[in-house]
């Protein structure tokens, strides 16, 4: 098994943990960091549905929490049914910023039934306050 497929592996274990009672669509998803270490998250629903927080972003803020740096992500929408438009698998644009905050420009997200892609492609002309942030 090679590194991304790992880590979709990972991405659709953390999906079992997933609180989602109201939408019934389980997220999962892995980072790796520079050190190796895959850090998981899952989304979180709330019955104030506003609160609710997506799989990635969890993974990514326990990265923070645990003083890792994010190097690749990859997440599994495993409730997205096969005739879906792909639409359905792709992570949203909440989570595109804070990955723009938190990981390299050319960081890899792999995409569960759809490819891989760099963040940069993901998130063209980001917001950012501080442009010289991020890496090329
Ligand atoms: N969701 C994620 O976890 N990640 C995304 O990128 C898109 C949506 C979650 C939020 C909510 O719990 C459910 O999927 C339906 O929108």
């Known amino acids: 098994m090679n590194n991304a497929e790992a880590l979709l592996a990972a991405a659709r274990k953390a999906a079992d943990q997933a609180h989602c009672p109201y939408s019934n669509f389980h997220v999962g998803a892995a980072v790796r ?43 599994s929408c495993v409730d997205a049914q096969n005739n879906a438009p792909l639409a359905s698998r792709m992570p949203c644009g909440a ?18 039934g759809v490819d891989s892609r760099r963040l940069k ?15 090329p």
């Open 33 to 75: 960091c520079t050190d190796g270490t895959v850090v998981s998250g899952c989304n979180v629903e709330n019955a104030s549905y506003g609160l609710t927080i997506c799989a990635e972003r969890v993974a990514l803020f326990n990265c923070v929490a645990q003083g890792l740096q994010p190097l690749e992500l990859a997440v």
């Open 95 to 112: 989570c595109r910023q804070v990955m723009q905050e938190l990981m390299p420009n050319s960081a890899i997200i792999h995409i569960d």
């Open 121 to 135: 492609e993901l998130l063209p002309d980001a917001f950012s306050l501080d442009s010289a942030k991020n890496a």
